[in-house]
Structures are given as structure tokens and as C-alpha cells.
């Protein structure tokens, strides 16, 4: 996803080169990027890949997890693209803990239930019941909503499809268990206009 995001970046700071649009852009003490802002007259682009915690998603670290350093697959992350009223933010952030997974998982099916129903899945089915929340949101990658990879792992999901938080868990070899938290805001699809909910 990190790669994705830098492809993306890498082109509209060309295209705000050429508009002649503002481009601000913080470094880290290594040099790498931790902060990239691209305004455009239309609208713009803001990587943060600085301060991202799990409470900027709305949800606890679970007690004695580690947030995730040095790790490029696994960076925390905080991308909005907005373009008129057009919205995309994705904020990500991943820790480890020395508990076993069943407890951690259990720990954030607690929590999430703060956003609604909670689903769990694994490689885009469900597992057990419910099979969706209220408003919509499934395992499934229907290709007109996005689905996050997290390794394979079971994943937690509350929300909408427009609106997501999702927990996801990686296979560990470690002993470890490693977990992400994404908090998932799609732009809208038209589903308004239909008279149904996102």
C-alpha cells in the first residue's frame, strides 16, 4: 500500500510542478519523507508518515503492545487525497504484542463494537456470524469498494463501506502477534442519490 502511495505522490507532485501549485515537503533525520503536502487550485494531497497512533483511528493500543518502527511494509501512515468533494483517507498504524492473537482479537471485537456490528473474516469470507454490519459493510472485495490486505490474517471490520475500521492480523512466525488498525474513509459512489446508506 506504502508503495502504492509513493507512485501516486511521485505523480502529482509532477502534475503540481507544472500547475505551478504549492508542494511542501518535511524529512526525517535519515532524509526520508515524513511529511508531503501537495496543494493543487483543485484540491490536494497530505502523506503524514510522522505521529500516526492508534488513538488518531479512535481506537485503544491494546495494554503492552509496541508500535511498529523501521519497518517499510508495516510504517504508520496517514494519506488524504481530497478533490472537491471528492475524499479518500486512509490511516494506518501497526503494533506487536506478546499476548497470543485469540486475546488480542478478542480485546478489539470489544472495542470496535463502538462503531457498530463487527464482522470477522479471513481472505475476503466470513467467519461465523454476523456475515455483514447493519450498513452494508462485508468481507467480500465487490471491486466497487476497497478491501485491505493484512497477510492473510483474520481481520476485524465495523462500519460502513464508505466508513471502515478494520483490525487486521498477520501470520506470525515470531511468536509474536503482529496486528494492524485501519481506519477507512471511500469517497461517495453515487449510493446518496439511490436513497441508500453508505
Known sequence: MM???ACLL???IAIAGIAGCRVNVDK???GENKKVQVDTPFGGVHVNTDTVTASDLGLPVY?????VQNDDNNKSADVHLGFGE?????R???YTSPDPQDKVVA???QELGRYGQVITCQDNNPIGTPTQTPEGLTCADDRKHTNVNMGG???LKAGSKRHQHIVGFEKSKSGQTRFSMVALDLPADGSAATGTSD
Open 63 to 67: 495494554p503492552g503492545a509496541t508500535q
Open 10 to 12: 511521485a505523480a502529482l
Open 107 to 109: 480485546f478489539y471485537k
Open 28 to 30: 526525517g533525520s535519515n
Open 3 to 5: 508503495r502504492k502511495t
Open 86 to 90: 471528492w475524499q479518500l483517507r486512509v
Open 153 to 155: 490474517g483474520i481481520q
Open 92 to 94: 494506518v498504524v501497526s
